[in-house]
C-alpha cells in the first residue's frame, strides 16, 4: 500500500491498493494542524490524463436546494458543477434576504417568505459565500468545481472518491481555508484496481461568524 | 556679664509654660507635617496608580463601545453593497456617511491584505499600505482590535471590525480623537492633570494637556526621568507635579504616553488650612495659657508677697505679727507655720526679756550669741562689792512689805548706775550688790568705770537717804570695795543651772575690802591694783597695807578721794598732810606721826582714818612692835 501524505497544500501522500473496479476509490482524510478532522471540507479532482468528458462522471442532480430553517441555511456547504442552479427555499414563518457578493456570483433575493424564487445558476468556479441580510449569523456556502468528482467530508473527516484510474490534481476547499488557492496543485495517480487513501492537513483561520441573538460570548462580543 | 533673670515669678512661669507648650506645640506640629505630606505623598502615588488604571480603563471601554459602533456600522447591508460596487468615490462616500452617524473623527476602510481601500480624510491614500496593520493582523486573531495611532500629528483610538458578507470582506477602522475634552472628563473623575504625548526619536510633541499650555522643553527629559523613578516630581510653572508617565502605545519608532500629574500644592492645601487652624489654636491656647499662667502665678505670689511682709516686720521686732493665709493647700500650711514661727518668736523674746531682768543684759547678749557651755576663762576685771551698814538692823524693825519696797528702790537705784557704766550685775544678796568689769565684753577702761560707778553710787544714796530720812527712816550708808586682778569668769554651777559669774582671789580681795571699811569708816576702798591703773584719773589716798588671809604679799588699800577733776584744793592738801603723817608712823616714828594725826584731825574732825592711826600711834608708843614686824595689818574678814 502506498500513502502518500499531503500536508497542507503542499505535500501529497497516496497509497495506492489493487482495485478491480471500474471506478477506483479515493479515500481521503482531512485534519487540521492539531490533528483533529475537518468535516464539510470539499475534496475534488481534476482530471489530467487521461484526457476524457468530465460530464460523463457522477452528477447527482441538476437541481440542487440550499434550505432556510429556523434561521439557518439547512446546508452549510453544498458543492455543484457550473452551470448547476440552486433554490433557496424558505421553511420559515418569517421573511429571508439571502444574498452573495462573492465574485463567483453575486446575487440576491430580496425578502421573500412563502414563494420560493427562481433558481439561481451558478455558472462560475469558485466558492460563493451565502448571507442573509436581515440575519448576520446565517451563513453558507456554495462551491462550484469543473470536475465531476467531488465529495464532502464526513464528521470523521473522512470522504470516498469513485473516480476512474487516471492522474488527478487534487484539491480541497473549506470555508476557513487559509489559503485557498494553492499555487502548487497536488497531483495524483490513481491506477486500476489500486485504492488510494490520501491524508490532507488544513491550515484553518478562524471564523467571525456573528453570533445568534442573545449575545453571550466573552467580552461582549459578537463573534463566535 | 550680664546674666539673664527673672524679677518677677509670674513672668518665670510664664516662661516656662509658654516655653513648655511652645515646644509641645512644635514637636507636634512637625510630626503631622511629617506625617501629612508622607500620607499625601503615598495618596498622590496610590491615586496616580488608580487613575492609570481609570484611564485605562475608560480607553478600553472606549474601545469597546467604539467597536460595538463599528460592528453595527459594518453590518449595514446598503454600505456592503456599495463597497462590492468597487467605485472608491462612492466608497468613499459611502464611508464619510457612516462615519458621521456615530460622530467619528476618522472613518477607513482597509482590504483583506491590508491596503487602504477609502479614507475619508485622505483620499488620495488609496492602495497605498494601512499604516496600522498590526491592528488588523490581530483583529484577524481577535474578530476586533483597537489601537492608538498618530493621525496627522493627532493621538487617535482606533478600532477595527471586519465587513462580514457573511466572511471578512474588509477591515473598517473607526477612530476618536484623545483630545482635550476627553482629558477633561478624566480629570473630572480623578482630580488629575493629564496631558498626552508622543516621542519619536527627535522630538516630543505635546498633543492636549490639561494643564500643560504650551510645549514645555522640560518636557524632553520626561521619558528618562519616568524610566528612573515609577512616580516623579516634575516642575511646571516653578510648582511640584507628582507625576506618572504611562506609556499607551509603543512601535519601534515612536510611543504614545500618558503623563498624569496630581499637584503638590493642592494636595497639601488640606494640610495648609490645618496648618492655619493648628495656628489658630495654639495663639488663643497660648492666651489661654497666660491668662491662666498669671492667675497661678497670682495665687503663688500673693502669700509670698504676704510673707515677705510679715517676715519684714519678724525683722524689725514685731514678732505679734500675724499673716492671714487661710488656703487649704501648701500656702495656708506655710501661713500657719509662720504664724506659729511668730508666735515663737515672741515667746523667745519673752524670755529675753525676762532673761535680761534677771541676768545683766550684756550677759544676755553673750549667752545669746554662742552655745552656753559650762566652763570660763581667766580675764583681768575689776570686781566691786557693796554692802548696806546697818541694813540687818532696820530690817528687823520694819513690814516686809515695806522693806522689799525699800529694797528694791536701792538695788534699782544702783543696778541703773552699774549699767550705765558698762558694768555687769553679778548678783544681789539681800542689800549687797555684786559687780564686775570686764567680762563678758571685753573693756579696757574695767578699773576706771567701776569707781565712776562707785563715786555715782555714793552720790544717789546720798539723795537717797534725805529721800528716807523724810520717811522717818534712819540714813543708811554704804561700803564698796573695788578691786583689780585676774579672775575666772564664765557660766558657772550645773548642766542645768548656771550663772555667769567669776571667780579668785582678786573677787575675794574685792570683798575683803567692801568690809575692810568698817575698820577705817571708809565708803570706798580699792586695792593698789585697781590703783595703779585709775592714778590719773581719780585721786586716792594709801590707807594700809594689809595681809589678806592666806596670802603672804601684802596688798596696798586706798581710799577713793574723787576724780582729780572735782577735787578742791582742801582736799588735795588734807591727803597730803595725811601721808605726810603716815610716812611717819611708817618709818616708826610714832609720837611725829600722833603730832600730825593729831593736828588733821582739828581740822578733819570726820576722818576716821586718821582716827584709826592716831590711836594705833598712840598703842605703838606704849608698847613699841619688835623688831619682827613689819608694819603689816592682817585683813580679817
Known amino acids: ?224 | 556679664m550680664c546674666r539673664f533673670g527673672f524679677r518677677r515669678f509670674r513672668n518665670r512661669l510664664l516662661f516656662y509654660f509658654i516655653g513648655l507648650f511652645a515646644f509641645t506645640l512644635t514637636g507636634v506640629f512637625v510630626v503631622v507635617e511629617q506625617v501629612f505630606k508622607q500620607n499625601t505623598e503615598a495618596n498622590i502615588r496610590s491615586e496616580l496608580v488608580v487613575t492609570e488604571r481609570v484611564f485605562s480603563q475608560l480607553l478600553k471601554e472606549r474601545s469597546t463601545q467604539l467597536t460595538q459602533w463599528a460592528i453595527t456600522l459594518a453590518s449595514d447591508f446598503a454600505f456592503k453593497k456599495v463597497m462590492m460596487t468597487g467605485d472608491p468615490a462612492t466608497i468613499s462616500s459611502a464611508l464619510f456617511n457612516l462615519s458621521k452617524r456615530i460622530g467619528a473623527d476618522a472613518a477607513l476602510l482597509v482590504s483583506i491584505d491590508y491596503k487602504l481601500v477609502a479614507d475619508v480624510a485622505h483620499p488620495g491614500a488609496n492602495g497605498q499600505l494601512f499604516f496600522a496593520a498590526p491592528m488588523i493582523k490581530q483583529a484577524e486573531e481577535y474578530g476586533a482590535a483597537s489601537t492608538l495611532a498618530l493621525i496627522d500629528q493627532q493621538p487617535y483610538q482606533l478600532v477595527t471590525v471586519p465587513v462580514l458578507a457573511p466572511d471578512p470582506v474588509a477591515w473598517l477602522c473607526i477612530g476618536f480623537k484623545i483630545d482635550q475634552a476627553l482629558l477633561m472628563k478624566l480629570k473630572q473623575l480623578t482630580q488629575m492633570e493629564i496631558s498626552i504625548l508622543s516621542e519619536t526619536p527627535a522630538r516630543i510633541i505635546l498633543h492636549a494637556s490639561t494643564l500643560i499650555s504650551q510645549p514645555n522643553p522640560e518636557l524632553n527629559g520626561i521619558w528618562q526621568k519616568s524610566a528612573a523613578e515609577e512616580n516623579f516630581f516634575w516642575f511646571y510653572n516653578k510648582k511640584p507635579y507628582l507625576s506618572r508617565l504611562i506609556v499607551l502605545h509603543k512601535q519601534t519608532d515612536f510611543s504614545i504616553a500618558a503623563l498624569i500629574q496630581r499637584s503638590w500644592d493642592d494636595a497639601l492645601a488640606n494640610f495648609y488650612r490645618l496648618r492655619w487652624l493648628l495656628a489658630g489654636i495654639a495663639l488663643s491656647s497660648m492666651a489661654i495659657i497666660l491668662l491662666v499662667g498669671a492667675w497661678v502665678a497670682r495665687t503663688v505670689s500673693k502669700p509670698m508677697q504676704i510673707l515677705v511682709k510679715g517676715v519684714r516686720a519678724i525683722g524689725l521686732g514685731d514678732y505679734k505679727y500675724k499673716v492671714n493665709l487661710s488656703a487649704r493647700d501648701e500656702t495656708g500650711e506655710l501661713g500657719r507655720a509662720f504664724n506659729e514661727m511668730s508666735g515663737q518668736l515672741a515667746e523667745k523674746e519673752k524670755i529675753r526679756n525676762l532673761l535680761g531682768k534677771v541676768v545683766s543684759p550684756v550677759i544676755v547678749k553673750e549667752l545669746m550669741s554662742r552655745e552656753i557651755t559650762l566652763g570660763g576663762e581667766t580675764r583681768e576685771i575689776t570686781a566691786l562689792f557693796s554692802d548696806l551698814a546697818g541694813f540687818t538692823t532696820i530690817a528687823e524693825n520694819m513690814q516686809p512689805q515695806a522693806l522689799v519696797a525699800l529694797l528694791n528702790d536701792y538695788l534699782t537705784q544702783m543696778g541703773k548706775q552699774i549699767i550705765t557704766n558698762n558694768g555687769v550685775i553679778d548678783k544681789f544678796i539681800g542689800d549687797a550688790i555684786v559687780a564686775f568689769w570686764g567680762a563678758p565684753v571685753m573693756e579696757q577702761n574695767h578699773a576706771v568705770l567701776a569707781l565712776k560707778s562707785a563715786l555715782a553710787m555714793q552720790r544717789v544714796l546720798a539723795g537717797l537717804r534725805t529721800q528716807w530720812k523724810k520717811q522717818g527712816l534712819p540714813g543708811l550708808l554704804m561700803r564698796i570695795g573695788v578691786n583689780t586682778g585676774l579672775a575666772v569668769v564664765g557660766n558657772i554651777g550645773s548642766i542645768d543651772r548656771m550663772d555667769y559669774t567669776m571667780m579668785g582671789d582678786a573677787v575675794n580681795l574685792a570683798a575683803r575690802l567692801e568690809g575692810a571699811n568698817k575698820f577705817y569708816g571708809t565708803g570706798i576702798l580699792l586695792s593698789e591694783y585697781t590703783y595703779a591703773q585709775v592714778k590719773d584719773v581719780f585721786l586716792c589716798r594709801e590707807l594700809d597695807r594689809v595681809r589678806v588671809q592666806g596670802k603672804r604679799q601684802p596688798v596696798g588699800v586706798f581710799q577713793l578721794m574723787d576724780e582729780h577733776s572735782r577735787i578742791n584744793s582742801a582736799t588735795k592738801a588734807h591727803c597730803e598732810e595725811f601721808a605726810a603723817a603716815l610716812r611717819e608712823f611708817r618709818q616708826g616714828r610714832w609720837l611725829q606721826a600722833e603730832q600730825l594725826f593729831t593736828s588733821i584731825l582739828l581740822e578733819h574732825q570726820d576722818d576716821t582714818v586718821s582716827q584709826v592711826y592716831l590711836v594705833r600711834s598712840q598703842q605703838l608708843q606704849l608698847n613699841p612692835p619688835d623688831a619682827r614686824c613689819d608694819g603689816i595689818y592682817d585683813l580679817q574678814k
Open chain 1, 1 to 224: 500500500m502506498l500513502t502518500i501524505r499531503l500536508c497542507g497544500t503542499t505535500g501529497i501522500c497516496v497509497c495506492l491498493l489493487t482495485a478491480t473496479a471500474n471506478a477506483e476509490k479515493l479515500q481521503v482524510l482531512t485534519l487540521d494542524r492539531d490533528g483533529n478532522a475537518v468535516p464539510q471540507t470539499v475534496v475534488y479532482a481534476l482530471p489530467i490524463t487521461p484526457p476524457f468528458n468530465i460530464n460523463s462522471g457522477i452528477v447527482k442532480n441538476n437541481k440542487t436546494v440550499v434550505d432556510q430553517i429556523d434561521k439557518e441555511f439547512v446546508e452549510t456547504v453544498t458543492v455543484i458543477k457550473p452551470g448547476m442552479a440552486v433554490i433557496f427555499p424558505n421553511h420559515d414563518n418569517i421573511r429571508h434576504h439571502v444574498y452573495s457578493f462573492s465574485p463567483a456570483k453575486t446575487f440576491e433575493l430580496p425578502l421573500y417568505k412563502d414563494v420560493t424564487p427562481k433558481p439561481v445558476i451558478f455558472d462560475k468556479v469558485g466558492a460563493v459565500a451565502l448571507g442573509c441580510n436581515i440575519h448576520d449569523w446565517m451563513s453558507a456556502y456554495i462551491y462550484v468545481v469543473d470536475s465531476p468528482f467531488f465529495a464532502l467530508t464526513n464528521s470523521r473527516g473522512r470522504v470516498e472518491l469513485e473516480i476512474p484510474a487516471g492522474r488527478y490534481e487534487i484539491r480541497v476547499w473549506h470555508p476557513r481555508l487559509k489559503n485557498p488557492d494553492p499555487d502548487k496543485p497536488q497531483k495524483i495517480a490513481i491506477q486500476a484496481g489500486q485504492q488510494a487513501t490520501l491524508e490532507v492537513g488544513l491550515e484553518l483561520k478562524k471564523s467571525f461568524r456573528p453570533m445568534r441573538a442573545p449575545f453571550n460570548g466573552p467580552d461582549g462580543g459578537a463573534y463566535r
